[in-house]
């Protein structure tokens, strides 16, 4: 087992108490909608993972609550019937406090096991707590982008933290595109260091030549898609993002509001003005594919994406910049804005790759299960934690979905 593992639990543990700190009790139990969780879910449903797959396996103390085993399981079938997920915000026990006292003590129970392990079960037991700790990573970022949602369902508008301003005179670089031959090329996750099931293997994939963008697309360009109608003209939208825009009503991205004839947007910092230069946030992959082809250009697969990636430094904002909200683009050269700020839809379905197994057992049903009506997502937000990102990561989501921290990179082919 890596010797660094039992701090590195430790210090992935405190993060996450850490993000629940300006969070009054009554926010740990809400929930808005049946995609979002309480926080009071996250924080003990990390914690079962732990204690379901970690010491029910490797130590004999008996649950810390058996009731918890089906109220805490999210969709593991093969260990138990998991509470219905639209329902999490009905549980009003356990209550948050007691929620926190079993972290602790599972946080106490492994502490032991990380300690005394030895060499015979180390490799799989270290497996099963970095996934554990890659999981609770994922649910750090579902714990804001989930009480986002909450707090801008309040006409208050709560802010969850004071955010950083940013620096005066910050505007975003002009639009360029960098070019790519093409050809085969190797993508997806090879090697002993951790990655998810789903970035595996690594395998050849064909490209055509191609462009894509330095930067993300700016709100201000998104506006100028709002302004020349693009919520209006069903010739831009593919036929279920068009039903989406009737059936919902959108006319712009989440958390845009309209307010004394000047869009704001709500952040986790409350409401402020539009800032043009920021990166457009909170679109669906629908929006982001219509305003694609309303630029005249497309968005990129994640081959492209990951191609055009590979050998970039991991540089963004990710959760520990504390501004948790997307920053301008700091006028560098070359391609930027790759990591952290907003996940980046990709033209890619959510599909296994040529070769993929899931892992046998329970743990199988993490990601392969999934494959299926979703699109894939690269490059992390500003809800990320940083050392859970890289070039080969593929997050997914349906086509509609609009509350995580998600904007847009257009590509497109070379112009002859
Ligand atoms: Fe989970």
Request: proline share 7%; with cysteine; charged share 25%.
């Amino acid at each position: 087992m890596p010797a660094d593992l039992r701090e590195r639990y430790a210090r992935m543990r405190r993060l996450t108490e850490r993000l629940c700190e300006p969070l009054a009790v009554e926010d740990f139990v809400v929930q808005s909608m049946p995609d979002a969780s309480p926080t009071r879910w996250h924080l003990a449903h990390t914690t079962w993972f732990f204690e379901r797959f970690a010491l029910a396996r490797w130590q004999s103390d008996r649950p810390f609550d058996p009731v918890y085993e089906s109220l805490f399981n999210s969709y593991y079938n093969s260990v138990g019937e998991p509470f219905p997920r639209a329902r999490r915000g009905l549980l009003t026990r356990p209550t948050v406090a007691q929620v926190f006292e079993y972290r602790h003590a599972v946080d106490q129970r492994m502490d032991r096991l990380l300690g005394d392990l030895g060499h015979a079960d180390g490799q799989e037991a270290g497996a099963v707590v970095e996934l554990g700790i890659n999981h609770e990573q994922q649910h750090q970022e579902l714990i804001l982008t989930d009480i986002k949602h909450a707090f801008s369902c309040n006409p208050q508008l709560p802010a969850y933290r004071q955010l950083p301003t940013p620096a005066a005179g910050s505007s975003s670089p002009s639009n360029d595109w960098s070019g790519y031959d093409g050809g085969v090329v190797e993508i997806g996750h090879a090697g002993a260091s951790f990655a998810f099931d789903n970035e595996r293997p690594r395998h050849r994939q064909l490209l055509q030549p191609f462009e894509i963008q330095n930067r993300l697309v700016t709100s201000g360009e998104f506006l100028e898609f709002v302004n020349d109608g693009g919520y209006r003209r069903p010739e831009l939208w593919l036929s279920l993002g068009w039903s989406m825009v009737r059936d919902e009503g959108w006319e712009a991205p989440l958390y845009w509001i309209m307010r004394d004839g000047d869009w704001h947007q709500f952040s986790l910092g409350g409401l402020h003005r539009l800032n043009p230069d920021e990166p457009a946030c909170h679109v669906s992959f629908f929006e982001a594919d219509a305003f694609a082809r309303w630029s005249g250009a497309r968005l990129p697969t994640e081959g492209e994406w990951e191609h055009a990636a590979a050998g970039a430094a991991l540089r963004g904002s990710f959760v520990e910049s504390e501004r948790y909200h997307p920053a301008v683009a700091d006028g560098e050269r070359g391609m930027t804005q790759l990591y952290g700020e907003a996940w980046q839809w990709t033209a890619s379905p959510y599909t296994p790759y040529p070769g993929y197994m899931a892992p046998p057992g329970a743990l199988g049903e993490y990601n392969g299960k999934f494959m299926c009506n979703q699109y894939v997502l690269r490059g992390g937000s500003c809800v990320t934690p940083t050392e859970h990102m890289r070039a080969t990561y593929r997050n997914f989501f349906p086509p509609e979905t609009r509350w995580q921290f998600a904007g847009i990179r257009l590509a497109r082919d070379p112009r002859k």
